[in-house]
């Protein structure tokens, strides 16, 4: 897990929070397009740090185009600093028709549910899996499930695969 950038406020200040077309149907709605932007230009901004090239595509079957590699960026919104046995999460309603090469997962960490982005205090990218590997080693979640180990009840059926069973970005 690794905490980026040093000033996140600086990184929300550029960006340009109207929902596209494609993504007006975020179950979150705009407080989830904001946690999902923003999760995308923490990752978009690693890259450039690191010298990395990489096209936007943005569509709702994946992200990036890194190196020859289709990337979904997850981005969930936390009010506490992610643990190694948290859960990073796919939504099943995505799933059929989102196959990237690779899913990201970030953490934000914010003040609590708002609509405003600068309740975001800092981010953390917690690593990458394969599509293969999350399909081969994640555990589906129901909204029926009692909760998890974390406590935890989906809101939808989804994906999980606790951050330590991630690679390092």
């Given at each position: 897990m690794r905490q980026w950038p040093d000033d996140l406020h600086r990184l929300i200040r550029n960006i340009d929070f109207t929902i596209p077309e494609y993504n007006q149907r975020s179950f979150r709605g705009p407080q989830g397009y904001q946690t999902g932007i923003i999760g995308e230009h923490v990752i978009m901004d690693f890259l450039n740090d690191m010298g990395i090239e990489y096209e936007e595509i943005f569509s709702t079957k994946h992200d990036?185009?890194?190196?020859g590699e289709t990337w979904e960026i997850k981005t969930k919104e936390r009010t506490?600093?992610?643990?190694p046995y948290y859960d990073c999460t796919v939504p099943d309603y995505n799933h059929e028709h989102q196959r990237p090469d690779r899913f990201v997962f970030v953490n934000l960490r914010s003040t609590g549910k708002s609509d405003d982005p600068f309740r975001f205090q800092d981010a953390q990218i917690l690593g990458t899996v394969t599509l293969e590997e999350l399909e081969q080693r994640a555990t589906f979640r129901t909204v029926n499930d009692a909760p998890d180990d974390n406590g935890w009840v989906p809101t939808v059926n989804c994906w999980n695969l606790r951050i330590d069973q991630l690679q390092p970005l």
């Amino acid at each position: 897990m690794r905490q980026w950038p040093d000033d996140l406020h600086r990184l929300i200040r550029n960006i340009d929070f109207t929902i596209p077309e494609y993504n007006q149907r975020s179950f979150r709605g705009p407080q989830g397009y904001q946690t999902g932007i923003i999760g995308e230009h923490v990752i978009m901004d690693f890259l450039n740090d690191m010298g990395i090239e990489y096209e936007e595509i943005f569509s709702t079957k994946h992200d990036l185009k890194v190196q020859g590699e289709t990337w979904e960026i997850k981005t969930k919104e936390r009010t506490v600093y992610p643990k190694p046995y948290y859960d990073c999460t796919v939504p099943d309603y995505n799933h059929e028709h989102q196959r990237p090469d690779r899913f990201v997962f970030v953490n934000l960490r914010s003040t609590g549910k708002s609509d405003d982005p600068f309740r975001f205090q800092d981010a953390q990218i917690l690593g990458t899996v394969t599509l293969e590997e999350l399909e081969q080693r994640a555990t589906f979640r129901t909204v029926n499930d009692a909760p998890d180990d974390n406590g935890w009840v989906p809101t939808v059926n989804c994906w999980n695969l606790r951050i330590d069973q991630l690679q390092p970005l």
